[in-house]
């Protein structure tokens, strides 16, 4: 059974940072393709950030150079930090894994960018 759990949200200020961490089990980590997705109030899933299991990335225009996305095999997470952090950036953040032809979600960390 895959399960991915997600720490790491909260309440910060703008201009403030984050990160976001997800643990993953039950599946083959080190082959897998990772990502960090977001949703905001009444607008669609979004992608963030992706890492692939021979570590390339790719980003959102929107948080190309304020955010990244790496990985630690050994531990099956992946993480997001999320630095310059603005009020756009609030949502709730999803954590996805692909292996093969199967994709799990985390439950969603919300994250609330507010002064």
């Known amino acids: 059974q895959v399960q991915l759990v997600e720490s790491g949200g909260g309440l910060v200020q703008p201009g403030g940072s984050l990160r976001l961490s997800c643990a993953a089990s039950?599946?083959?980590?080190?082959?897998?393709?990772m990502g960090w997705y977001r949703q905001a109030p009444g607008k669609q899933r979004e992608l963030v950030a992706t890492?692939?299991?021979?570590?390339?990335?790719k980003y959102a225009d929107s948080v190309k150079g304020r955010f990244t996305i790496s990985k630690d095999n050994a531990k099956s997470t992946v993480y997001l930090q999320m630095n310059s952090l603005k009020p756009e950036d609030t949502a709730v953040y999803y954590c996805?894994?692909?292996?093969?032809?199967?994709?799990?979600w985390g439950q969603g960390t919300q994250v609330t960018v507010s002064s």
């Open positions: 996805n894994i692909r292996y093969l032809s199967l994709s799990y």
């Open positions: 039950g599946i083959v980590f080190r082959r897998s393709d």
């Open positions: 890492i692939t299991s021979d570590y390339n990335t």
